[in-house]
């Protein structure tokens, strides 16, 4: 693998990778391999430059799969992606500490020494640290004595400040530190709760902006992810695959390392979920894809260091869609509509052509279509615009004729987000 030395800052980062299974960031592949070998390598071309703008990216590999921000996406790593091999673990024994005690709250209040210690939470639900109390998690509102999905409705008929207002809220960050290192080189450590929920937020909101309900974490899911994380971090570059020879290794964080999105050179997960989306330089936009796959979920997070693992290949989240479009149909921001675009179909992307024109003055606007490699979630095409880029204000009609759902219209209404 040769890796060239992104800049952040004057800061060198030597390693900014990133294995995602379904995203990618601004980059050029150096060699496209099989995916989920764990042998694909990329050429980094930035770090995050963590202004908010959308800034240096780093690179992703398409063989598998970032400190606060705001709106944009302007931070950098190295991803790769968790393969096409998206065998379900979803139905795995962990001992979850998130289990639905099917009582009429949504939790019990603890009033023991150790913050959490002995808080039971019904399904989509945590134990807040600092409250010692169970809420909803991120993109789950209470509903009785239940946490339930938010509904994200139909994205063509929001306005611009209701999608503008969850966008923003969707960045804004809580933690007030990351990851702190465990007592010995290898222990995976600790992801503050805060770092969890800012992760799951990110998530969330983009599932929201294409119109797919939310998803949660698994605590067993978080803990191999940990391990996966501390392994990759101290690694100091990303596989799949990972030899039992590696620094911290461990048979569970490999497990996790073969079965999600990874990143490194990030500061803290929610980075690494704007690297998936965008997944530039990576041709499968298999990270994106991934997050996008309407029944995503349960996931786990897990973040060392530089380094996040999370998990690709939960599929019991209970959403569904007929089509997802990135960007999103109606009110979408400019950072999103200036990533390559995508429509994925659970019924098969069929043999689409794409046609977009600018409403305003009826441009026709230049586009081909690829159908992408099978195996990162759902079937998926990418619409790649042809020396134009989106404007704000600007509207963009696509047409997509000869898919499995027939002929699809949609408008896209770049705006640039207070």
């Not at 209470?142 to 966008?167: F, L, S």
């Not at 794409?354 to 279509?369: N, Q």
Request: charged residues 15%.
């Amino acid at each position: 693998m040769t890796l060239r030395t992104p800049i952040l800052g004057g800061v060198s980062i030597a390693s900014v990778l990133a294995l995602a299974a379904a995203f990618s960031c601004y980059g050029v592949p150096e060699d496209e391999t099989t995916a989920g070998d764990g042998s694909g390598a990329a050429e980094p071309d930035g770090a995050g430059d963590d202004d908010g703008d959308d800034g240096d990216r780093g690179t992703v590999t398409d063989d598998s799969g970032p400190g606060k921000t705001d709106s944009g996406y302007g931070d950098g790593g190295i991803l790769r992606d968790s393969g096409s091999d998206s065998s379900d673990m979803s139905d795995r024994s962990y001992d979850a500490a998130l289990a639905d005690t099917g009582g009429k709250d949504v939790g019990t209040k603890d009033t023991g020494s150790l913050p959490c210690q002995n808080v039971n939470c019904q399904a989509n639900a945590h134990c807040n640290p600092a409250t010692n109390a169970c809420e909803c998690d991120p993109g789950f509102t209470a509903q009785g004595a239940a946490c339930v999905p938010i509904d994200p409705g139909d994205p063509q008929t929001r306005t611009k400040d209701q999608m503008c207002d969850q966008w923003i809220e969707g960045h804004r960050t809580t933690a007030s530190f990351v990851w702190q290192a465990g007592a010995t080189e290898c222990d995976p450590g600790t992801l503050e709760q805060a770092a969890l929920d800012d992760a799951l937020k990110r998530i969330n909101v983009f599932r929201w902006l294409v119109g797919l309900s939310a998803v949660t974490y698994d605590i067993g899911l978080n803990a191999m992810n940990q391990k996966c994380a501390i392994m990759e971090y101290k690694m100091g570059y990303l596989s799949h695959q990972p030899d039992p020879s590696v620094p911290c290794y461990t048979q569970e964080g490999a497990q996790g390392a073969g079965s999600s999105n990874l990143a490194l050179g990030t500061g803290s997960p929610a980075e690494s979920i704007n690297l998936f989306i965008w997944d530039g330089g990576v041709p499968s936009l298999g990270h994106r894809r991934w997050i996008f796959n309407p029944p995503f979920g349960p996931t786990g997070i897990g973040h060392a260091g530089n380094a996040t693992c999370l998990y690709a290949f939960g599929m019991s989240g209970g959403g569904s869609a007929k089509w997802v479009a990135w960007p999103n149909p109606g009110y979408t921001p400019i950072d999103a509509a200036s990533a390559t675009w995508s429509w994925s179909a659970s019924g098969g992307v069929g043999s689409a052509t794409a046609k977009v024109t600018r409403t305003g003055d009826g441009a026709d606007m230049p586009v081909t279509v690829e159908a992408l490699a099978y195996g990162y979630g759902p079937d998926t095409i990418a619409i790649q615009r042809t020396n134009w880029q989106p404007q704000a204000g600007q509207v963009y009609r696509v047409e997509l004729s000869g898919t499995s759902q027939g002929t699809v219209t949609y408008d896209v209404k770049p705006v640039t987000c207070p």
